[in-house]
DNA sequence: ACCCTTTCGATACCGGCGTTGCGTAATTCA
DNA sequence: TGAATTACGCAACGCCGGTATCGAAAGGGT
């Protein structure tokens, strides 16, 4: 088992979920800024060294409050691969948009991603924190990429069309709209998104009818 | 004209090109830790109230900088909107992963995307910021929506087909592995993403030969 | 000439991150 | 029981981002 009963001093029972619930809290409430170790430790009843015992640096324990509040993402396989999608895109997309106004007053020009901005910045600036984040996308990434390995070897899809760069066009065309030209997620972009993915851009043919 | 002549002292000439200059060599010289304000100020031979006059936060001077190095990319319009989107993507992701190198020694498990992940976190923290980075990459993508637009209009592309959606699945994709999954984007993978975004995914039915 | 406005440099200051050192408590091993 | 080991709290420190204050300099308006 994990308890592997050690050699000195057992750590106190608790005191991880005490710091992680406080860092929320924190994180909930006031937003990246406003997020300070010193007030976790405070408000967790723990000194800061103690804190820093577990999580080396702020970032680390950002990482490891996503990887706790991550919402599972609910993953229908019911055959049809365009109807999951586009379910699973939309509960993707209304998670993020409310992960996105964590702590935030919500002004009118907020198209901001919060959160998850951040933990890609961490992981850019600490290869150890780059691996945990992964850890966690891979993780979150896993299901619907099995609904696509799924459908093509039902034949929905083309035979030499690769799941994990359908998953990227899909993935990433949200996130990049999130993260990068803050434009807006909702209504029926998802929809779209999904059909012209699986549609593709180009022109028909002569022969061939279009959709 | 842009020298309207106001009423106090002038600023001093070149101020900010040395500021900016100095904080790029920072910048590429020790990566975006080790990139202080004060030694930018210093190297620049200012004092650091002057910097916060023109830049009101770090995130703020980051962004300019940003801007200031950012290589054009060359877009061709040969009429082979194939070729055209794959040579775009195959330089976007070298100057990527070229910026994404910048101060960093380059292990062999880094994969990170450096400044450009600062510069999204700063997008989002900060709402001016995110207008600034916004305007940085609208500016970055007229080219190409418009290589797409252009392709549009001969046909090449399906009548019910958004550009801009295309371009989000094409440049979604890249930015998804570069800031989230860290997966590479070189080699071959340009050309199957622009494959696959503008064939589809979908596995033809009975008529309609494939690709 | 004289004021007004703006820039610039210098210094001090606050708060947060992250580290260090030290004394003490809890537990295992001999 | 006693020694080694680990966890904990406390206090202090250095570094950096950002602010405030002050005095001096460099221009324009009259």
């Known amino acids: ?21 406080a860092a929320c809290d924190l994180l909930l409430a006031r937003g990246y800024d406003g997020y300070s170790i010193d007030e976790v430790a405070q408000r967790a009843g723990v000194a800061k060294t103690t804190l820093y015992r577990r999580w080396p640096t702020k ?21 049809d691969i365009r ?23 919500a002004g009118p020009d907020d198209r901001s991603a919060g959160l998850v901005a951040e933990i890609v ?21 896993a299901l619907p990429l099995a609904l696509l390995e799924s459908a093509q070897a039902r034949g929905d899809l083309g035979p030499g069309a690769r799941p994990d760069v359908i ?25 779209r998104l999904v059909d012209q993915v699986l549609a593709g851009a180009r022109a028909p ?3 061939g009818k279009p959709s």
Chains 1, 2 share one sequence.
């Open 205 to 207: 043919g002569p022969e």
């Open 83 to 105: 109807r999951d999608l586009t379910a699973y895109l939309e509960a993707v997309a209304a998670g993020l948009t409310r992960m996105s106004r964590v702590g935030r007053p």
């Open 1 to 21: 088992m994990a308890t592997a009963a050690r050699r000195g001093r057992p750590r106190a029972e608790g005191t991880d979920d005490r710091i992680l619930g």
């Open 167 to 191: 998953f990227d066009q899909l993935a990433g065309a949200l996130y990049y709209r999130l993260l990068v030209t803050g434009e807006p997620v909702g209504g029926d972009y998802p929809a």
């Open 121 to 141: 910045a961490a992981a850019a600036r600490r290869p150890d924190v780059g691996r945990a984040v992964r850890a966690v996308f891979a993780r979150r990434n």
């Open 59 to 79: 970032d680390h324990l950002i990482v490891a409050v996503v990887a706790r509040i991550q919402d599972e993402v609910p993953v229908r396989d019911t055959g």
